[in-house]
């Protein structure tokens, strides 16, 4: 039978209660389950003198040290880091640490239903069954695993995020993410199961092209629209192009790359006149380590809510990223997670990567009144910040993500791209800034140049060394819409 409140107590603790549960849950978690089986944190405690039982509090997490993509990079002495993240138990831990009453379940269990049940018990909490990658932001994908536990949580997560978006049963959901071993088409997946909603995933452009997916959304006529969002723009502009209606769509779900107010603008108005007014736009939050994803709730196109936080299942801390310094409530810093119910792959304070401005509040929701704590929806990648060296003196650091912003909220602009490159192609001359732009049929090019200079300047203190305007199926050439995962929209060809 489905979960009709998906979200259980979590969404109506005080924040008092809700921390003294994870605190609860966080020590039995490292006591129980990661210092007996996971080989990499079990040296990382030991290594530096952290007895597990003095973890107790949220408070305690300072103590241990943070966790980041660099500790799963592979070397020539260790080219299988991924596996010490495993949890990896066996009679001889259990026996040793796991407290009286949960051996004596185990003993109980085995004299009521033999030892065979509960070995293929213990199989299904721990055993790996599933697997995913990250997307190879460090140039090498790391696999992350699951056991059934672990997938039965990703059923969990997708159900709460359907809650969320307030989809009934009735409701039918078509999925553009791209078919791959990635989080996003899974998330989907499990949460549709879960909530018994009929979901029908293409696969994105590599599985059923742009025709196939407008085909699927005229023949399925669905309420609900998910996928990355350069591709669900692209699919929907040529449905408009072709002269369709889609009153059907009543909200849009997108993941896997940063919204912003002016791109939801743009994709609303695309949908209105398509006859689909109204139309709810959320975004979504999720990385591979974290193995589930998290959601903002119904709100008007500018306003947003935030990503709803699962209490029971993780904890966030916001970070100073140059002193690790722990951030106060509401405040800017690096996102660090830790699971408080993983098997499989587990991590503890994993640096992200993402820098979040607005932090996290723990106040209930304006919007949909749960009491869960919400991270900000301002989320950028550190490593997006480049150094460009823009003259022979010195380089300026530069925010990619300022890029997107400023490109994808101008209305002139139908799609772009930007390049970072070396002058001439030389290794040893000045970098260049090149922004390559699908206009819309009415726009003034010399306009719209002018424009891009002035917010460009007053965002990043840098203008473009050149503009050029290029047909749109050409564009979509580039961006590699219908062959990539996600849209190719700053590419950097400068040699490494």
Known sequence: MPNIDPWGT???LSTGQMRRQQGRRLSRFINEYVYPFSPYYRKLFDRNKIDPKSIRTIGDLTRIPVTSKHDFITTEDHPEKYRDFILQPDQEKIRKYWPASKRAQLVAMALSKGKKYVKSCLAEE???SFITFTTGTTNQPISFLYSAHDVRNLHTSGARMLNLFDIEETDRIVSMFPYAPHLAFWQVVFGGLESNVLTLSTGGGKVMGTDGNISVLMKMKPSVVLGVPGYVYHVLREARRRGLKMPFIKKVVLGAA???EGFKEKLSEILESMGAGGVSIFGTYGFTEARCAWAECPTAID??????LYS???????IDPKTGAVRGEGEDGELVYTSLDARGSVVLRYRTG???KGGITYEPCPHCKRHVPRIASDITRLSDVKDLKL????????NLNHFSSILSEIKSIDEWQVELCKKDDDPFEVDQVIIYISPVDDCQQDQVKEEIKQK?????EITPNEIYFIQLQDMVDRLALETANKAKRIIDTRPQ
């Open 456 to 460: 460009m300047l007053l965002a990043t």
């Open 303 to 308: 306003v947003s809510s935030g990503y709803h």
């Open 354 to 356: 993402d820098f979040v």
């Open 258 to 260: 940063r919204l912003g």
């Open 10 to 12: 979590i969404a109506s």
């Open 126 to 128: 721990f055993r790996p």
């Open 391 to 398: 003259s022979k003196v010195k380089g300026a650091l530069v």
């Open 312 to 318: 029971d299942k993780e904890i966030f801390e916001v």
